[in-house]
Protein backbone atom coordinates (compact mmCIF):
# COMPACT_ATOMS: atom_id res chain seq x y z
CA UNK A 1 0.00 0.00 0.00
CA UNK A 2 1.53 3.36 -1.39
CA UNK A 3 2.16 5.63 1.70
CA UNK A 4 0.27 9.20 1.67
CA UNK A 5 2.82 12.27 0.11
CA UNK A 6 2.94 15.58 1.20
CA UNK A 7 1.09 17.90 -0.96
CA UNK A 8 1.90 21.04 1.32
CA UNK A 9 0.32 23.45 3.81
CA UNK A 10 -2.42 25.09 4.53
CA UNK A 11 -2.32 29.43 5.09
CA UNK A 12 -2.97 28.04 8.94
CA UNK A 13 0.03 25.67 8.93
CA UNK A 14 -1.56 22.39 8.90
CA UNK A 15 -0.19 19.78 6.32
CA UNK A 16 -2.05 18.44 3.49
CA UNK A 17 -1.50 14.61 2.38
CA UNK A 18 -2.23 12.83 -0.97
CA UNK A 19 -3.65 9.53 -1.13
CA UNK A 20 -2.90 7.42 -4.07
CA UNK A 21 -5.55 4.38 -4.93
CA UNK A 22 -4.88 2.16 -7.70
CA UNK A 23 -6.26 -0.86 -9.50
CA UNK A 24 -4.45 -3.59 -11.83
CA UNK A 25 -5.99 -1.82 -14.90
CA UNK A 26 -3.02 0.94 -14.21
CA UNK A 27 -6.09 3.18 -13.13
CA UNK A 28 -5.17 5.49 -10.40
CA UNK A 29 -6.57 7.77 -8.53
CA UNK A 30 -5.62 10.92 -6.21
CA UNK A 31 -7.20 12.40 -3.11
CA UNK A 32 -6.20 15.07 -0.66
CA UNK A 33 -7.43 15.03 2.72
CA UNK A 34 -7.85 18.83 2.42
CA UNK A 35 -11.70 18.94 0.89
CA UNK A 36 -11.80 15.32 0.62
CA UNK A 37 -10.36 16.03 -3.06
CA UNK A 38 -9.96 14.12 -5.77
CA UNK A 39 -6.99 15.44 -7.20
CA UNK A 40 -6.62 13.35 -10.60
CA UNK A 41 -7.97 10.40 -12.03
CA UNK A 42 -5.93 8.75 -14.43
CA UNK A 43 -7.43 6.11 -16.73
CA UNK A 44 -6.50 4.31 -19.97
CA UNK A 45 -7.85 5.43 -23.50
CA UNK A 46 -8.55 3.32 -26.69
CA UNK A 47 -4.48 3.45 -27.40
CA UNK A 48 -3.58 2.45 -23.62
CA UNK A 49 -2.22 5.94 -22.96
CA UNK A 50 -3.26 7.11 -19.55
CA UNK A 51 -5.12 10.36 -19.60
CA UNK A 52 -6.11 12.33 -16.40
CA UNK A 53 -9.49 13.53 -16.52
CA UNK A 54 -10.26 15.85 -13.52
CA UNK A 55 -9.22 19.43 -13.42
CA UNK A 56 -7.24 20.17 -10.23
CA UNK A 57 -4.40 21.70 -9.14
CA UNK A 58 -0.74 21.47 -7.95
CA UNK A 59 -0.34 23.56 -4.65
CA UNK A 60 -2.70 23.93 -1.99
CA UNK A 61 -3.08 27.45 -1.89
CA UNK A 62 -4.56 27.06 -5.80
CA UNK A 63 -7.39 25.06 -4.41
CA UNK A 64 -7.95 27.25 -1.01
CA UNK A 65 -7.86 30.23 -3.14
CA UNK A 66 -9.88 28.63 -5.89
CA UNK A 67 -13.79 28.92 -6.76
CA UNK A 68 -14.90 25.92 -8.51
CA UNK A 69 -14.55 23.67 -6.05
CA UNK A 70 -12.69 21.21 -8.38
CA UNK A 71 -12.44 17.80 -7.40
CA UNK A 72 -13.80 18.34 -3.74
CA UNK A 73 -16.58 16.89 -1.24
CA UNK A 74 -19.29 19.46 -0.74
CA UNK A 75 -21.34 19.91 2.17
CA UNK A 76 -23.38 20.32 4.96
CA UNK A 77 -26.03 20.94 1.53
CA UNK A 78 -24.97 20.99 -1.87
CA UNK A 79 -26.29 23.46 -4.51
CA UNK A 80 -27.99 27.10 -3.40
CA UNK A 81 -30.31 27.76 -0.62
CA UNK A 82 -32.08 31.16 -1.47
CA UNK A 83 -31.21 33.88 1.18
CA UNK A 84 -29.20 31.46 3.13
CA UNK A 85 -32.48 30.88 4.48
CA UNK A 86 -32.90 27.88 6.76
CA UNK A 87 -36.03 26.42 8.57
CA UNK A 88 -35.88 23.53 10.77
CA UNK A 89 -38.75 22.20 13.52
CA UNK A 90 -40.22 25.78 13.29
CA UNK A 91 -37.01 27.65 13.98
CA UNK A 92 -35.24 29.74 11.66
CA UNK A 93 -31.80 29.61 10.60
CA UNK A 94 -29.23 32.33 8.85
CA UNK A 95 -26.81 30.19 6.72
CA UNK A 96 -23.64 31.92 5.61
CA UNK A 97 -24.62 34.14 2.49
CA UNK A 98 -21.60 33.05 0.00
CA UNK A 99 -22.93 33.43 -3.44
CA UNK A 100 -24.11 37.15 -4.08
CA UNK A 101 -27.46 36.85 -1.35
CA UNK A 102 -27.47 33.09 -1.44
CA UNK A 103 -26.00 30.07 0.32
CA UNK A 104 -23.46 27.90 -1.82
CA UNK A 105 -22.27 24.46 -1.05
CA UNK A 106 -22.19 24.53 2.63
CA UNK A 107 -20.80 28.19 2.70
CA UNK A 108 -17.32 29.39 3.89
CA UNK A 109 -16.53 26.66 5.73
CA UNK A 110 -18.09 23.37 4.09
CA UNK A 111 -16.35 20.22 3.62
CA UNK A 112 -14.60 21.20 0.62
CA UNK A 113 -12.20 23.64 3.31
CA UNK A 114 -12.17 20.64 5.92
CA UNK A 115 -8.78 19.04 6.48
CA UNK A 116 -10.04 15.77 6.86
CA UNK A 117 -8.80 12.58 9.25
CA UNK A 118 -7.81 10.37 6.55
CA UNK A 119 -7.52 6.34 6.76
CA UNK A 120 -6.07 3.85 3.83
CA UNK A 121 -6.76 0.79 4.33
CA UNK A 122 -5.94 -0.96 0.93
CA UNK A 123 -4.48 -0.18 -2.54
CA UNK A 124 -7.99 0.77 -3.37
CA UNK A 125 -9.91 2.58 -0.51
CA UNK A 126 -9.35 5.84 2.17
CA UNK A 127 -11.87 6.06 4.79
CA UNK A 128 -12.06 10.38 5.24
CA UNK A 129 -13.84 11.38 8.27
CA UNK A 130 -14.67 14.93 9.58
CA UNK A 131 -16.28 16.94 12.24
CA UNK A 132 -19.04 19.77 11.46
CA UNK A 133 -19.85 21.60 14.92
CA UNK A 134 -23.26 23.16 15.42
CA UNK A 135 -23.33 26.66 14.61
CA UNK A 136 -20.61 26.25 11.59
CA UNK A 137 -21.77 28.89 8.66
CA UNK A 138 -25.46 28.79 10.97
CA UNK A 139 -26.19 25.44 10.28
CA UNK A 140 -27.89 23.55 13.55
CA UNK A 141 -26.45 20.24 14.72
CA UNK A 142 -23.26 18.86 15.40
CA UNK A 143 -22.69 16.52 11.92
CA UNK A 144 -20.34 13.47 11.77
CA UNK A 145 -19.58 12.36 8.34
CA UNK A 146 -17.51 9.48 6.78
CA UNK A 147 -16.51 8.92 2.92
CA UNK A 148 -15.29 6.16 1.88
CA UNK A 149 -13.61 6.31 -1.64
CA UNK A 150 -13.15 2.82 -3.56
CA UNK A 151 -11.55 1.68 -6.34
CA UNK A 152 -12.50 -1.60 -8.21
CA UNK A 153 -10.68 -3.50 -10.66
CA UNK A 154 -12.80 -2.99 -12.96
CA UNK A 155 -13.00 1.04 -13.25
CA UNK A 156 -15.58 1.90 -10.31
CA UNK A 157 -14.77 4.66 -8.47
CA UNK A 158 -17.59 4.46 -5.65
CA UNK A 159 -18.28 7.28 -3.41
CA UNK A 160 -20.00 6.19 -0.13
CA UNK A 161 -21.22 8.71 1.85
CA UNK A 162 -22.67 8.38 5.80
CA UNK A 163 -23.35 11.18 8.25
CA UNK A 164 -25.12 11.23 11.62
CA UNK A 165 -26.24 14.79 13.68
CA UNK A 166 -27.15 15.51 17.30
CA UNK A 167 -29.74 17.81 16.27
CA UNK A 168 -32.70 17.88 13.30
CA UNK A 169 -30.79 19.45 10.29
CA UNK A 170 -30.47 19.21 6.83
CA UNK A 171 -27.68 17.16 4.74
CA UNK A 172 -26.76 16.72 1.38
CA UNK A 173 -23.50 15.90 0.32
CA UNK A 174 -21.82 15.21 -3.40
CA UNK A 175 -18.45 15.85 -5.07
CA UNK A 176 -17.75 18.12 -7.16
CA UNK A 177 -15.35 16.33 -9.72
CA UNK A 178 -14.94 18.44 -13.10
CA UNK A 179 -14.29 15.86 -15.84
CA UNK A 180 -12.95 16.25 -19.17
CA UNK A 181 -12.96 12.83 -20.78
CA UNK A 182 -10.47 14.04 -23.38
CA UNK A 183 -7.73 15.11 -20.93
CA UNK A 184 -7.44 18.02 -18.38
CA UNK A 185 -4.60 19.22 -20.31
CA UNK A 186 -6.04 18.23 -24.00
CA UNK A 187 -7.17 22.07 -24.79
CA UNK A 188 -10.23 20.55 -25.96
CA UNK A 189 -13.77 21.88 -25.34
CA UNK A 190 -16.52 19.58 -24.15
CA UNK A 191 -18.86 20.10 -26.63
CA UNK A 192 -17.56 17.48 -28.77
CA UNK A 193 -18.45 15.02 -25.86
CA UNK A 194 -21.72 13.42 -26.12
CA UNK A 195 -24.25 13.41 -22.73
CA UNK A 196 -27.09 11.30 -21.65
CA UNK A 197 -29.31 11.69 -18.64
CA UNK A 198 -31.68 9.03 -17.58
CA UNK A 199 -34.28 11.75 -16.74
CA UNK A 200 -38.22 12.97 -18.17
CA UNK A 201 -37.81 16.19 -16.11
CA UNK A 202 -36.00 18.70 -14.13
CA UNK A 203 -36.08 21.43 -11.65
CA UNK A 204 -36.61 25.00 -13.38
CA UNK A 205 -34.46 27.59 -12.41
CA UNK A 206 -34.64 31.46 -11.93
CA UNK A 207 -31.96 33.70 -12.95
CA UNK A 208 -29.84 33.08 -9.53
CA UNK A 209 -30.26 29.57 -10.32
CA UNK A 210 -32.88 28.93 -7.29
CA UNK A 211 -35.55 26.39 -8.18
CA UNK A 212 -38.88 28.27 -8.73
CA UNK A 213 -40.60 24.82 -7.23
CA UNK A 214 -41.78 24.12 -11.12
CA UNK A 215 -40.74 20.67 -12.25
CA UNK A 216 -40.81 20.68 -16.08
CA UNK A 217 -40.56 18.07 -19.17
CA UNK A 218 -37.79 17.69 -20.83
CA UNK A 219 -40.02 16.70 -23.89
CA UNK A 220 -39.39 18.85 -27.51
CA UNK A 221 -36.49 21.17 -25.56
CA UNK A 222 -32.56 21.26 -25.47
CA UNK A 223 -33.09 19.71 -22.03
CA UNK A 224 -34.11 16.48 -23.00
CA UNK A 225 -30.90 14.47 -22.74
CA UNK A 226 -32.27 10.72 -23.01
CA UNK A 227 -30.50 9.92 -26.00
CA UNK A 228 -26.57 10.68 -26.76
CA UNK A 229 -26.29 13.67 -27.73
CA UNK A 230 -23.24 16.04 -28.41
CA UNK A 231 -23.36 18.62 -25.57
CA UNK A 232 -22.60 21.64 -27.62
CA UNK A 233 -25.63 20.80 -30.12
CA UNK A 234 -28.00 22.71 -27.94
CA UNK A 235 -26.24 24.41 -25.20
CA UNK A 236 -26.35 28.11 -27.05
CA UNK A 237 -30.30 27.80 -28.26
CA UNK A 238 -32.23 30.24 -27.83
CA UNK A 239 -34.06 28.55 -24.68
CA UNK A 240 -34.20 30.63 -21.24
CA UNK A 241 -33.33 28.09 -19.09
CA UNK A 242 -30.16 27.84 -20.93
CA UNK A 243 -29.55 31.63 -21.72
CA UNK A 244 -30.11 32.79 -17.78
CA UNK A 245 -27.51 29.54 -16.36
CA UNK A 246 -24.85 30.71 -19.56
CA UNK A 247 -25.48 26.75 -20.08
CA UNK A 248 -26.33 23.59 -18.49
CA UNK A 249 -26.72 24.27 -14.81
CA UNK A 250 -29.81 22.39 -13.69
CA UNK A 251 -31.20 19.38 -12.09
CA UNK A 252 -32.54 16.57 -13.46
CA UNK A 253 -34.53 14.08 -11.62
CA UNK A 254 -33.74 10.64 -12.13
CA UNK A 255 -36.18 8.17 -13.71
CA UNK A 256 -37.49 5.53 -11.93
CA UNK A 257 -35.87 6.35 -8.50
CA UNK A 258 -36.36 4.13 -5.73
CA UNK A 259 -33.79 4.64 -3.71
CA UNK A 260 -31.49 2.09 -5.08
CA UNK A 261 -28.27 2.64 -6.89
CA UNK A 262 -29.19 3.38 -10.45
CA UNK A 263 -27.50 4.29 -13.53
CA UNK A 264 -28.59 8.03 -13.98
CA UNK A 265 -26.03 9.52 -16.69
CA UNK A 266 -23.80 8.26 -19.27
CA UNK A 267 -20.48 10.33 -21.39
CA UNK A 268 -18.15 9.66 -23.85
CA UNK A 269 -15.25 11.24 -25.20
CA UNK A 270 -14.91 9.52 -29.29
CA UNK A 271 -11.15 11.15 -29.14
CA UNK A 272 -9.57 9.22 -26.37
CA UNK A 273 -12.57 6.50 -26.28
CA UNK A 274 -13.23 6.76 -22.85
CA UNK A 275 -16.55 5.98 -21.62
CA UNK A 276 -18.00 7.73 -18.17
CA UNK A 277 -21.03 5.88 -16.59
CA UNK A 278 -22.80 7.63 -13.09
CA UNK A 279 -25.05 5.81 -11.01
CA UNK A 280 -26.46 6.98 -7.69
CA UNK A 281 -28.80 6.01 -5.02
CA UNK A 282 -29.93 9.81 -4.63
CA UNK A 283 -32.89 11.39 -6.72
CA UNK A 284 -31.05 14.27 -8.72
CA UNK A 285 -28.15 15.23 -10.68
CA UNK A 286 -26.89 18.57 -11.34
CA UNK A 287 -25.32 18.47 -14.62
CA UNK A 288 -22.67 21.63 -14.94
CA UNK A 289 -21.28 22.51 -18.31
CA UNK A 290 -18.39 24.88 -16.41
CA UNK A 291 -19.89 27.71 -17.75
CA UNK A 292 -18.13 30.08 -15.20
CA UNK A 293 -14.69 28.53 -14.73
CA UNK A 294 -12.32 31.18 -15.34
CA UNK A 295 -9.68 31.46 -17.32
CA UNK A 296 -6.73 30.24 -15.38
CA UNK A 297 -3.95 27.61 -15.29
CA UNK A 298 -4.59 24.38 -13.44
CA UNK A 299 -1.85 21.55 -12.83
CA UNK A 300 0.90 20.52 -14.83
CA UNK A 301 0.38 23.67 -16.49
CA UNK A 302 -2.82 23.15 -18.49
CA UNK A 303 -5.38 25.96 -19.05
CA UNK A 304 -8.38 25.82 -17.92
CA UNK A 305 -11.31 28.02 -18.99
CA UNK A 306 -15.26 27.83 -19.88
CA UNK A 307 -16.77 24.84 -20.71
CA UNK A 308 -13.45 23.15 -20.31
CA UNK A 309 -15.21 19.93 -18.23
CA UNK A 310 -18.30 19.34 -17.12
CA UNK A 311 -20.02 18.04 -13.22
CA UNK A 312 -22.39 15.69 -12.60
CA UNK A 313 -23.06 16.05 -8.94
CA UNK A 314 -25.69 13.61 -7.64
CA UNK A 315 -27.92 15.25 -4.84
CA UNK A 316 -31.37 15.47 -3.30
CA UNK A 317 -33.21 18.55 -5.25
CA UNK A 318 -31.53 21.92 -4.55
CA UNK A 319 -32.87 25.17 -2.76
CA UNK A 320 -34.47 22.36 -0.03
CA UNK A 321 -37.17 21.79 -3.20
CA UNK A 322 -39.29 19.08 -1.44
CA UNK A 323 -41.53 17.34 -4.35
CA UNK A 324 -43.81 14.31 -2.83
CA UNK A 325 -42.63 11.14 -3.29
CA UNK A 326 -38.90 12.34 -3.72
CA UNK A 327 -36.88 12.77 -0.48
CA UNK A 328 -36.07 15.80 0.87
CA UNK A 329 -32.50 16.92 2.91
CA UNK A 330 -33.66 16.93 5.92
CA UNK A 331 -31.96 14.96 8.48
CA UNK A 332 -33.54 13.76 12.08
CA UNK A 333 -31.93 13.72 14.57
CA UNK A 334 -29.67 10.15 15.05
CA UNK A 335 -30.75 9.49 12.24
CA UNK A 336 -28.09 8.21 9.75
CA UNK A 337 -27.68 9.40 5.96
CA UNK A 338 -26.56 6.83 3.88
CA UNK A 339 -25.92 7.11 -0.05
CA UNK A 340 -23.38 6.27 -2.70
CA UNK A 341 -22.75 7.18 -5.90
CA UNK A 342 -20.52 5.38 -8.40
CA UNK A 343 -18.00 6.71 -11.15
CA UNK A 344 -17.28 3.82 -13.62
CA UNK A 345 -15.11 4.29 -16.68
CA UNK A 346 -14.41 1.76 -19.95
CA UNK A 347 -13.73 2.30 -23.37
CA UNK A 348 -16.03 2.72 -26.25
Known amino acids: MPEPKRFGTTKDGREVRCFLLRNVSGMCVEILDYGGTVRSCKVPDKTGAIRDVVLGYDTVEAYEAGSCYFGALIGRCANRIAGGRLRVDGQNYQLTRNDGPNHLHGGKNGLNRHLWEARQISDSTLVLHAECPDGEDGYPGNLSVTVIYDLSDDGE ?64 TPMDLRAPVAIGAHIEDDFPQLRQAGGYDHNWIVRGYDGRLKEMAFACDESSGIVLRVSTTLPGVQFYTGNFIPRHQGKDGAWYGRRSAFCLESQYFPGLLEIPPYPSPFLSKGREYHQTTVYRFSLR
Open 157 to 220: LSIDYHAVCDRDTVCNLTNHMYFNLAGHDSGASIHGESIRIDADSYTETDAASIPTGAVLPVEN
